[in-house]
C-alpha cells in the first residue's frame, strides 16, 4: 500500500482532553503525532463521525497548553486520526 502521510508520525503517548458537544469533554491518549494531527486512542463510537470538529488540549503540562480545533479524519478499531486545522496553529 502506497504511504500517503503528507508528515512523519512521531510515536508519542500523552493525555488530551477532547471535548464536542455530543459526548462533553473526556481525556485519552494519544498514540502519535506529526505535523498535520495526531492519532488518539478512543473507542471510535464514543466520538462524532469523521468530518466532525473536536477541541483538543494537552494535559499535565506545567501550564495550560493551547485549545486547538481538530476534524476527524480517520477512524480505526483502535482510535481515530484527527488533523490540526490551521487556522489554530
Known sequence: MHERREHPRIPLRVNIKIAHPDFGEKVVA???FSEGGLFIIVKPTDLPPPGSIVK????DLPEDAPV???RI???EKDG???QY???NL
Open 30 to 32: 494519544t498514540k502519535n
Open 56 to 59: 483538543g488540549q494537552i494535559q
Open 68 to 70: 486547538v480545533d481538530m
Open 73 to 75: 479524519v480517520r477512524v
Open 80 to 82: 481515530v486520526g484527527l
Open 85 to 87: 486545522l490551521v487556522d
